[in-house]
C-alpha cells in the first residue's frame, strides 16, 4: 500500500490501482491460508470476479471465459494459482486462453490465438508453456 501512495503521490495512477490491486490480492491469498470468509472487494471488479469464480465463490459462465481471454498471459498465470490453491477441481470451469507470442523458425514473433475452450488446469499448462515457467513454480499474482 505504501507504493500504491508514493505513485498516485508522483500522478501515476495507472501504477497506483496496479499496486492496490496487488496489496488486495496478497491479503486475500493470506486470508484464504487461514481459512477466513472474504467479499473478494477491490477496485478492480473484474480481477475480483475472475478471483471469486476461481476459487468457488460465484459460479462460472460465459463471462469468465471470454474476460479470461483479455487477460495479460503472466495475469492470467498469476490469477489461476487461486484456482491451483484454493478452488475445486470438479469446478468444471472452461476458458479461452489469451493470444502469446510465439518466436516462428525465422524468429519473427507472431501472436498465436488463444485456444477453445480449455479446463483451467490445461490453460495453466499451456500458458505456463509458451511463457517457458516450470507448473510448479509460483509467480507474482499480477505480472508484467
Known amino acids: 500500500m505504501q507504493a500504491a501512495k508514493q505513485f498516485a503521490e508522483?500522478?501515476?495512477?495507472?501504477y497506483a490501482a496496479?499496486?492496490?490491486d496487488l496489496a488486495t490480492l496478497l491479503g486475500w491469498w493470506q486470508s484464504l491460508q487461514?481459512?477466513?470468509?472474504?467479499?473478494?472487494d477491490m477496485e478492480n471488479k473484474d480481477l475480483?470476479?475472475?478471483?471469486?469464480?476461481?476459487?468457488?465463490?460465484e459460479p462460472s459462465g460465459d463471462w469468465l471465459s471470454n474476460r479470461f481471454?483479455?487477460?495479460?498471459?503472466?495475469?492470467?498465470?498469476?490469477?489461476?494459482?487461486?484456482w491451483k490453491q484454493y478452488g475445486h477441481?470438479?469446478?468444471?470451469?472452461e476458458v479461452t486462453l489469451p493470444?502469446?507470442?510465439?518466436?516462428t523458425p525465422s524468429n519473427?514473433?507472431?501472436?498465436?490465438?488463444?485456444?477453445?475452450?480449455?479446463?483451467?488446469?490445461?490453460a495453466d499448462q499451456i500458458l505456463r508453456g509458451a511463457c517457458s515457467i516450470p507448473v510448479d513454480l509460483r509467480v507474482p499474482l499480477i505480472a508484467d
Request: with cysteine.
Open 10 to 14: 508522483l500522478g501515476f495512477q495507472k
Open 18 to 20: 496496479r499496486a492496490r
Open 34 to 40: 487461514t481459512g477466513q470468509k472474504l467479499d473478494f
Open 48 to 57: 475480483a470476479r475472475i478471483v471469486r469464480i476461481l476459487v468457488g465463490s
Open 69 to 82: 481471454s483479455q487477460l495479460r498471459p503472466s495475469v492470467a498465470i498469476g490469477i489461476l494459482q487461486f
Open 89 to 93: 477441481a470438479s469446478a468444471g470451469c
Open 99 to 103: 493470444p502469446v507470442l510465439e518466436t
Open 108 to 122: 519473427a514473433l507472431i501472436w498465436r490465438p488463444g485456444e477453445a475452450p480449455v479446463d483451467l488446469l490445461r
